[in-house]
């Protein structure tokens, strides 16, 4: 079975100051991982995968994540957080030859000026 | 181009009503997924439909649930007898549906909002 752990509900940044959100995984095969963002109310949209292709996955607006499979980890950062980044972010995980996605809990991002 | 549509945005029942909720996936895309997301649960799958494959219904929670997809497109989720813990979020996703793809990604609707008086 698989599933995915966000550390911490909510994380506040400053504009302009790091971003990172952690995810860890648990999965009995090699696992697909990915990160959505929602905005309020709105649908979930994809910031990016990982696909075994490459540990480090840039996705949309410069976020990335590295794929540690030693801390079975794939957080998420952005060097610089905007205003606009204030939403919440979902990691989630298939397993391969599965189609559904197993969601963490979220956290929500807060951005202060 | 369009992307995945839901309809009501909003619908508010009465206890022990029947619902219907609807999902227009993007043009093309063979899978389509239902999720349900509520504050106490955070985000659950419901139910996949691959092509004229048996759905996977493995998340619906109890038999009140059910959904059906027609002509390989638009899909209902129905719920019937709808209790007050039903109140949540729906969400609709497609996906190309590529054969052996765990990395299709998939693409979101807006989501029905339910609430269960």
């Known amino acids: 079975a698989q599933s995915v752990t966000q550390l911490g509900s909510h994380v506040s940044v400053s504009e302009g100051a790091l971003v990172l959100l952690r995810c860890n995984y648990s999965?009995?095969?090699?696992?697909?991982l990915f990160w959505y963002v929602q905005y309020p109310n709105q649908g979930l949209q994809l910031l990016l995968k990982?696909?075994?292709?490459?540990?480090l996955v840039k996705g949309i607006n410069d976020f990335e994540a590295e794929f540690k499979k030693s801390e079975t980890s794939f957080h998420l950062t952005k060097p610089s957080a905007h205003m606009s980044d204030a939403a919440e972010y979902f990691c989630?995980?298939?397993?391969?030859?599965?189609?559904?996605?197993?969601f963490g809990t979220g956290t929500r991002l807060l951005v202060s000026p | 181009g369009a992307g995945v549509s839901q309809s009501p945005s909003n619908k508010v029942t009465e206890k022990g009503k029947d619902v219907e909720l609807r999902c227009d996936p993007i043009?093309?895309?063979?899978?389509l997924y239902w999720y349900r997301q509520s504050l106490g649960q955070g985000l659950e799958f419901l139910i996949y439909?691959?092509?004229?494959?048996?759905?996977?219904k493995s998340g619906l929670p109890s038999d009140r649930f059910s959904a059906e997809r027609t002509g390989g497109s638009v899909s209902t989720l129905t719920i019937q007898r709808t209790q007050q813990e039903d109140s949540a979020v729906y969400l609709c996703?497609?996906?190309?549906?590529?054969?052996?793809?765990?990395?299709?990604?998939?693409?979101f609707g807006p989501g029905t909002r339910l609430t269960v008086l």
């Open positions: 990982y696909t075994s292709a490459a540990t």
């Open positions: 989630a995980v298939s397993a391969t030859g599965f189609q559904k996605l197993v």
């Open positions: 043009s093309g895309h063979t899978a």
């Open positions: 439909f691959q092509g004229n494959s048996a759905p996977d």
């Open positions: 996703a497609s996906s190309l549906g590529v054969a052996g793809g765990s990395t299709d990604t998939q693409y």
């Open positions: 999965s009995s095969v090699p696992p697909y």
